[in-house]
């Protein structure tokens, strides 16, 4: 019985996403149905991003680490998902806490094959305006910029579910 108390409380440990350092206090987190703050990222081709420009779109901001096993184990729906919503007023933004920055992302996903719309936030600050307090986190932002949805932990975003919320937005 005691095993499988340990087991329980493992297995909610690790679905429950990856811890950050605590040591830089975040910011309180957005509450979902408030505007989204404002945030400005860089891609790994250097070029930056803000929310104002993806006004119109529903955003999906994810906050993610190479070396976080949630984050790995959401990547391929997220793909999925991505590849879906090609063409349609929909933005995936997954921004990287990774302390290594844009060379632990290119290295990440040059050898997991991987393809994200990645993003880098080398001062901190986007995760510290959007509070997050581990990885990973995700923020549904409709097209009018507000929050519709924060989802702690890693999700099948490529589920009938998520893809009806996420097309139910666009309209």
């Keep these: 019985m005691k095993k ?3 087991l329980l409380c493992c297995a909610v440990a690790l679905t429950a996403g990856c811890s950050k350092d605590k040591s830089a206090a975040p ?3 957005p509450a979902e149905k408030s505007q989204a703050p404002e945030i400005s990222v860089v891609s790994l081709d250097n070029q930056q991003l803000t929310l104002a420009a993806l ?5 999906l901001l994810n906050f993610w680490a190479t070396w976080c096993p949630p984050c790995r184990e959401e990547i391929p729906s997220m793909i999925k998902l991505n590849t879906f919503m090609a063409g349609k007023p929909f933005q995936m933004v997954c921004v990287s806490v990774d302390e290594g920055g844009k060379q632990a992302v290119q290295e990440f996903l040059k050898n997991s094959g991987y393809s994200l719309p990645a993003y880098t ?5 986007v995760a510290k305006t959007y509070g997050i307090t581990g990885v990973p986190e995700t923020f549904v932002i409709d097209k009018n910029g507000l929050i519709v949805k924060k989802v702690i932990g890693g999700l099948d975003w490529n589920s009938p579910e998520v893809i009806a919320f996420l097309e139910g937005l666009m309209k």
């Design 4 to 6: 499988l108390l340990v």
């Design 27 to 29: 910011s309180k987190a």
């Design 55 to 59: 006004k119109g779109k529903v955003v």
């Design 121 to 125: 936030d080398p001062s901190g600050q």
